[in-house]
């Protein structure tokens, strides 16, 4: 059966009225000009042949989005999934995009902050505050966008120094301890230099409730960014802004449902139940905290130079995060049975530079060029990946026995002599990387016919080379880890010397077109299709995966589009609506198989939707925004399917077949 996404979002955002007649108000009022970037150049959203939504910096305000995770409430295709830190958190758009804790698996939508890539979708995971606009771009924008876009993009503009003096502070005080301080300062300097400053500090109690340890889901994060924009001469100008960011939380810990078998293990290895069985409650039983500490910088420079006829320009960036997450109850119970460090670090640098026509003749274009390159690194040599814990004797002895009591496992004196699962102070520890540059090379193209139809073509080159490493140790307190002389679960978990060392490199020309065609000053209708690609790479995880397993291929992705643009009602209502069919060729599928994610291709993935996008005012101080969105997402072709629980899998590899099934949403 296919998987049918049906999202509705209805907001209505009010101020203070005057005392004026509604009817007068009615027919002053007029929906502002937005203005958006999607195609690299400032356009009137109207005119634009993409499916975008844009929120303008009042519009944040007035709707009190305080976080990027909240402006899925008014973009219906936009699912923003929060993992257990902030850097596993990722983007779906039209319902593709990635699942699960995988670091190294690049994202389908790409970030970009202020024209800059971002490669890891948590470092621009934070409190909106001094931000000009967020734009999403739905379905593939690889000609102009280039890596990692094939399911869209959140492209986010910060608010840049004045020209004038302004200041703004603010506090916010909430339920669960909540305290939020949001302050700036913007003006000139001198002449040719002005500056800006902005921070936001937010402190926030703990909302889960855990009956066998310390609450979670509380946070303290802090961040700051400094600006200033040089104005050399009327053509020249650069902007360079300098952020950082820290998080302190105590994350938030999944509630599981445990099975009557589960639930006789827990209670048989000394452990408690005292709370429902219901993974909606709100409460949880963990005999440890969990905790995430990290922090990210980031720079950007950006120059612009206005030439006769053209302008260029540069955006130089770069940025590095170091997280820890601490999962101090790893098995999910009240038992103390292993402890998880889980470090990730990275850093990235990108160069963009642009030349494109002023814009505003028959013909216009742009010619660019990108690189990327990336480090990131999984472990830390001074800390213990996983370590067994003071209860993982017993555990492992309850696991033991519920299997001889079901007879799935022999009865014998080899568990009785060697734990099953280890004994406390057992290690494994894994070190992870992975090496990625990209080089890209774009042009676009738009001619207008006459004052109805406008058409463009866009083509982009990309090649890409990754190179991942795994490594992987076990040093246990009894025996190795050499079966069947040891069950020791670190022995899955980590394997000694299961490691991994392999380069590989994509390349793919992509491209878009599409046509306009303009029913009068007020409504467009267009038609476009796009490719997309993804390069390739591996499942950079701990685990048992073998040599052949870890690789997977690039993705390829054709979008066909058809939508309409139109205001009525003298400007004062809008509606943006666009129908979609989707092909992805190899699909890069990520799942969950028992301990670790792995990642593969699904032969073909179809997505088929409608989104509509309406704003009205009412007044000239209350505006309803209803935007709709109905998607459908299918595996058409999917033979190499991670088996969900009770499916008996269809090939020796235990893999299902999961061809006409629709995707997990």
């Not at 997280?323 to 402890?339: R, T």
């Not at 040599?381 to 004797?393: C, G, R, Y």
């Not at 069950?487 to 599409?514: H, I, M, R, W, Y």
Request: proline share 3%.
């Amino acid at each position: 059966m296919n998987n049918k996404n049906y999202r509705f979002c209805g907001l209505l955002v009010a101020a203070t009225l005057f005392s004026t007649s509604s009817s007068m108000l009615l027919h002053a009022a007029q929906l502002e000009e937005v203005i958006v970037t999607a195609q690299k150049r400032q356009e009137d959203m109207q005119t634009v042949p993409v499916s975008v939504s844009a929120i303008t910096a009042d519009q944040l305000t007035d709707m009190g989005f305080n976080d990027i995770s909240d402006i899925a409430a008014q973009v219906p295709s936009l699912i923003v999934l929060t993992n257990i830190s902030p850097m596993a958190t990722t983007f779906r758009i039209r319902n593709i995009g990635n699942a699960g804790n995988i670091p190294n698996f690049e994202p389908a939508t790409g970030l970009f902050i202020d024209g800059a890539f971002r490669s890891r979708s948590g470092i621009g995971i934070g409190d909106l505050v001094d931000v000009s606009s967020v734009e999403v771009l739905k379905g593939p924008q690889s000609t102009l966008h280039g890596k990692n876009v094939t399911a869209g993009v959140i492209s986010v503009q910060t608010q840049g120094p004045t020209e004038q003096l302004e200041a703004m502070f603010e506090v916010d005080l909430g339920s669960d301890e909540l305290r939020q301080i949001k302050s700036y300062v913007s003006g000139p300097l001198n002449d040719w230099l002005s500056g800006r400053l902005s921070l936001v500090d937010t402190r926030r109690g703990e909302l889960i409730e855990n009956v066998a340890g310390p609450d979670s889901d509380g946070l303290n994060s802090y961040a700051i960014r400094g600006q200033l924009r040089a104005d050399f001469s009327d053509a020249l100008s650069a902007r360079l802004i300098v952020g950082y960011a820290e998080k302190d939380m105590n994350t938030l810990a999944g509630d599981v449902y445990l099975s009557e078998a589960s639930q006789r293990i827990v209670r048989n290895a000394g452990g408690s139940l005292s709370i429902p069985n219901d993974p909606g409650d709100r409460l949880v039983e963990y005999a440890d905290e969990s905790y995430y500490k990290g922090d990210s910088n980031d720079i950007i420079l950006n120059l612009s130079y206005a030439g006769d006829g053209y302008t260029l320009t540069s955006i130089s960036s770069y940025d590095d995060y170091d997280g820890l997450n601490f999962v101090g109850d790893v098995e999910q119970s009240s038992l103390k049975v292993a402890d998880f460090n889980d470090r990730q670090r990275g850093s990235s640098f990108s160069q963009e530079l642009r030349i494109a026509s002023d814009g505003g003749d028959e013909f216009n274009w742009l010619f660019g060029g990108f690189y990327f390159t990336n480090e990131f690194i999984r472990g830390d040599k001074t800390l213990p990946e996983f370590i067994a814990t003071e209860d993982v004797e017993a555990y492992g002895d309850a696991i033991v026995d519920e299997l001889i009591s079901r007879g799935l496992l022999p009865l014998n004196l080899l568990p009785l002599v060697i734990p099953a699962f280890g004994v406390e102070g057992d290690r494994g520890d894994y070190y992870i990387t992975q090496d990625t540059n990209n080089l890209g090379a774009f042009a676009k193209f738009d001619y207008e016919f006459n004052e109805k139809w406008k058409a463009a073509l866009g083509l982009r080159y990309s090649y890409e080379d990754k190179h991942g490493v795994v490594n992987q140790t076990t040093q246990l307190s009894i025996l190795g880890c050499v079966p069947p002389l040891n069950t020791n679960l670190l022995c899955q978990v980590t394997p000694d010397g299961n490691n991994f060392d392999q380069k590989d490199a994509f390349e793919a020309v992509t491209g878009s077109l599409s046509a306009s065609y303009f029913l009068n000053s007020d409504t467009m209708l267009y038609g476009s299709i796009s490719s997309g690609f993804k390069s390739g790479g591996f499942s950079l995880q701990n685990g048992t995966s073998t040599d052949e397993l870890r690789p997977f291929d690039e993705e390829n992705v054709i979008n066909v589009e058809l939508g309409a643009k139109t205001e009525f009602l003298d400007r004062r209502a809008r509606i943006n609506a666009s129908v979609f069919h989707t092909e992805y060729k190899d699909f890069q599928n990520a799942s969950y198989a028992g301990l670790v994610f792995i990642v593969n291709n699904a032969e073909l993935v179809t997505v088929d939707g409608i989104e509509v996008d309406s704003t009205m005012i009412l007044t000239e101080n209350i505006m309803a925004t209803m935007n709709l969105a109905y998607i459908d997402t299918l595996y058409d072709k999917y033979t190499g399917g991670q088996c969900y629980y009770g499916r008996t899998p269809d090939n020796d590899a235990g893999q299902c077949d999961l061809s006409g099934e629709g995707l997990p949403s």
